[in-house]
């Protein structure tokens, strides 16, 4: 039986041995009929694709070209009727089922995915394993310039690409997840774009208990995403990292459905559009963002008078672009930056303390500055978690009243704003000083006198002007 | 007068260095685009305003009634 293969460099075989096409000439016009199998091809657009524009001197070439390859595809078939026929107009090449590579492999993948689909992954695996060895190299590899061969070449390495990610997907559903990491980590890097390969290393590598590196795998591309497109990672990759930040059970099925492309039904819907019609800050309902905490203690034992100077510092704050909340007991605690960081964050919780300690008295204050992960919840209510909060309830319990505390990370932040004691972290003076960017760091400043010279030469031609009354 | 170049060459040391340089000579209103984050358009003016707040209070600001021809 003959067989053609183009997964690969172009062969012809009689079932056994491989039989020759001839000349590079004759291997591209098998490559192309084979491209348009079972269709007629014209005389033509055969010229065009393989001798370009010259007709008049090869007109005859491609009749002796179509019977060379008839001679040898009459070898290939053991005698059988020539597959290479004379229709009306130019020539068809009958390939019957099983005959092509190619046709083989899309039939497998086929198999793989509705198996997949059905939830038979152990099946769906071993077709896309047989679909994916047919491959014997780039496909129809020894045609890559030429212009003809460059669609069917993209739309079969699309194709094989494809075969590859849902193969890997059956893998996982397998619990081979294993043995995927290395062959991922490869496909990742040749296909950093491919968003399902991204997730499926990512999830891998959580299987495995590489948490953080699976991490570092999402920072990787999304870095990669925003400096060669200016794009944030697709929703699905978004929602896996959300996932593995909060350790969900989905992430852990193994051996059952549940693999990159399920969702658990209990992950929260996208927060509808605020009513000004603003877009939701946070699409999918979690977030990991740096902010700024402050938490306040009341010296008040009436409850309701406590209530009272809450409601006037959740005013005051929210006058400085904090929100509250909540109240926790006789404590209250505010978020800089949570729905969206103001870039100073730091300044605002700093600001808001000292002025909620001027218009209450007998507040303790702390703020803090660190990480916090955010969920949203289909209310619209959020929970945040992250160290930086219980730092902030802390070192308010430290403070005495009309104190404000700062942790170590704000303080640092502030370093040019404030003055804060070295032993206890205690406020000893707040004021918007010079930038902290503006101020000479204490390392030497070597070799731009040219620079600032012609600086200072501006400004004195600026003086000059304006004592002569511009 | 703009001072332009690559990231990392050095503007904001220039611009720190000039500045400590005028020591006393003359005011210095400075602000900053930060390069990442949302809602920080006027982030520049803002900083301006408050190194203003900062030389006179806005206590002062709020009282200040001008003086009578």
Known sequence: ?470 | MTVAGPPGIGKSRLAGEFIASLEGQATVLAGRCLAYGEGTTYQALLDIARCIGSRFTMAKLVNFEPSPP
Not at chain 1, 193 to 202: D, F
């Open chain 1, 1 to 470: 039986m003959v067989t053609y293969a183009i997964l690969g460099p172009v062969e012809l075989s009689d079932g056994e041995r491989l039989v020759s096409a001839g000349g590079p000439r004759q291997v591209a016009l098998l490559a192309f009929l084979l491209v348009h199998a079972n269709r007629a091809v014209s005389a033509d657009a055969l010229l065009d694709a393989l001798w370009g524009e010259q007709p008049a001197v090869v007109g005859k070439r491609v009749q002796m070209a179509i019977a060379r390859l008839r001679k040898a595809l009459e070898t290939a078939g053991g005698g059988a009727t020539s597959p290479l026929r004379t229709v009306a107009g130019g020539y068809l090449l009958a390939v019957q089922p099983g005959e092509l590579d190619a046709q083989l492999f899309e039939a497998r993948l086929q198999d793989g995915r509705s198996a997949l689909e059905h939830g038979d992954a152990p099946r769906a695996a071993a077709s896309l394993r047989e679909a994916l060895e047919l491959w014997r190299g780039p496909a129809l590899a020894d045609l890559g310039y030429e212009d003809w061969a460059r669609a069917e070449i993209r739309r079969l390495e699309e194709l094989r690409l494809a075969a590859i990610e849902c193969r890997i997907e059956a893998d996982l559903q397998c619990g081979r997840h294993a043995e995927l990491v290395a062959e991922l980590q490869a496909l990742v890097a040749a296909h950093p774009a491919r968003e399902q390969l991204t997730e499926q290393l990512m999830l891998t590598l959580y299987r495995c208990g590489r948490q953080s590196e699976a991490l570092e795998v999402y920072q990787r591309t999304r870095s990669h995403l925003s400096y060669e497109l200016g794009l944030e990672p697709g929703p699905g990759l978004k929602a896996l990292q959300a996932r593995i930040l909060a350790h969900s059970d989905a992430l852990q099925r193994g051996d059952d459905e549940g693999g990159s492309s399920a969702r658990p039904a209990d992950e929260p819907a996208a927060s509808a559009p605020t009513a000004n019609g603003e877009p939701p800050a946070q699409p999918r309902g979690y977030a990991r963002r740096l902010v700024a905490v402050l938490a306040a203690r009341a010296n008040v034992t009436d409850p309701e008078a406590l209530h009272g100077v809450f409601d006037r510092c959740t005013a005051i704050i929210e006058q400085h672009g904090g929100t509250v909340e909540r109240y926790l007991g006789d404590a209250l605690v505010g978020f800089f930056g949570l729905a969206r960081s103001n870039g100073d964050d730091a300044l605002r919780a700093a600001s808001a303390a000292v002025e909620l300690r001027a218009a209450t008295t007998g507040l303790r204050l702390g703020i803090e500055l660190g990480e916090v992960f955010i969920e949203t919840g289909a209310r619209g209510e959020t929970i945040a978690v992250g160290a930086a909060i219980s730092a902030a309830g802390a070192l308010a319990e430290r403070a005495a009243a009309d104190e404000i505390m700062l942790g170590a990370d704000i303080a640092q932040a502030l370093a040019g704003e404030t003055r804060v004691d070295e032993k206890d972290g205690r406020l000893l003076e707040f004021g918007a000083d010079t930038p902290a960017f503006l101020r000479a760091p204490q390392t030497p400043f070597i070799g731009r006198t040219r620079p600032i010279a012609d600086l200072h030469a501006e400004l004195d031609r600026v003086c000059a002007q304006r004592a002569a009354g511009w």
